[in-house]
């Protein structure tokens, strides 16, 4: 099996900053690319920052400039440095690792509320 487990999720006024990570483990190795989506109530589930091959990174229009991923040197973790937090931000995020073969496996999801 394979696990994907955010954290650092939690309440934050307007402007503040947060940071969520997200971990995998289990049976994967190797990984192409590790993100993050999000989903506001009556929303569907959106982009937010994926990282393939720990380098080439994508953004959402509504984070750049604001948000950063990164992953660490194996690139079993993925973190979401979220800066200039506004309340459109509010959503459960989701963690997302892609397989070599292009295998997506989800975590749970993680809240993140902005309040202004």
């Known amino acids: 099996q394979v696990q994907v487990v955010e954290s650092g999720g939690g309440l934050v006024q307007a402007g503040g900053s947060l940071r969520l990570s997200c971990l995998a483990s289990g049976s994967i190795f190797s990984i192409h690319t590790m993100g993050w989506y999000r989903q506001a109530p009556g929303k569907q589930r959106g982009l937010v920052a994926t990282?393939?091959?720990?380098?080439?990174?994508n953004y959402a229009d509504s984070v750049k400039g604001r948000f950063t991923i990164t992953t660490d040197n194996a690139k079993n973790t993925v973190s979401l440095q979220m800066d200039s937090l506004k309340p459109e931000d509010t959503a459960v995020y989701y963690c997302?690792?892609?397989?070599?073969?292009?295998?997506?496996?989800w975590g749970q999801g993680t809240q993140v509320t902005v309040s202004s």
């Open positions: 997302l690792v892609v397989d070599a073969g292009l295998t997506n496996y």
């Open positions: 990282i393939t091959n720990g380098d080439s990174t």
